[in-house]
C-alpha cells in the first residue's frame, strides 16, 4: 500500500509531535531531516548526523528555512539518545553521491545496540533497508538478526516489505514495551 519510506512518514508522524526530540541518524541530503523538523516545529529539535560533509552541506542548504536543527558531523555509532522520541536510519549510500560510501553492518549493528542499551519507554527507532545492494544485503541481514532475536517480553519488533519484489527495501521498526 505505502512504499517503504512513505510508510516511515507515516509512522513518525503518528508517533510525534510538536515540541519533541527526534534524530535522523543518516542525514543524507536531508529530506528525512526536514519531515522530522517540520512535524516537531520550532519548539522541537532534531539532530541529524553523517559521516560525510557533502551531504551535510547538501542538507543545509534544503533545511535553509528550518531553525531547530543541529547537525552533526559524526557516526551514527556515536549518537547520543538524549531525550529523543524517535530515531530514524535511512541506511544505504547518498543518492546521486559516491556509492561506495555507504553505511556498514558493523557500525550499523553498534549503533542500533547502544539505542536498545538505554532505550526508554515510548521512543520509537525506525530502520529502512536496502538489500538489493551488497553492503545493503549483508547489513540488512545481520540488523534483522539482532533486531528478530530481541526480548518479545520487552520490545515490539515489527517488519514491513513490499515483498513482490526481489530484495525488496523494507522497514523494521521497534519500541519498548
Ligand atoms: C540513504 S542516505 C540517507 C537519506 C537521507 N535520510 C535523506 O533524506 O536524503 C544514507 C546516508 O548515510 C550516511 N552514512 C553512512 N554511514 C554512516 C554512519 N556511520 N553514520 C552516519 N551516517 C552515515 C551516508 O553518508 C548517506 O548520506
Known sequence: MYKIIELAHLMLQQHLTLGDVAIDATCGNGHDTLFLS???????????????????????ILNANQNNITFIHQSHEFLELNDAKAVVFNFGYLPNGDKSITTKASSSLTAVENIIKELKDNVLIIMVLYPGHKEGKIEADVL??????????????????????????????????
Open 144 to 177: 534483522s538478526e539482532f533486531c528478530n532475536n530481541l526480548s518479545s517480553k520487552e520490545f515490539l519488533v515489527s517488519t514491513y516489505k513490499n515483498s513482490n519484489q526481489n530484495n525488496a527495501p523494507f522497514l523494521i521498526s521497534i519500541i519498548k514495551k
Open 38 to 60: 517540520q512535524l516537531v516545529g520550532e519548539t522541537g529539535k532534531i539532530y541529524s548526523y553523517d559521516i560525510q560533509l557533502a551531504a551535510l552541506e547538501s542538507a543545509k
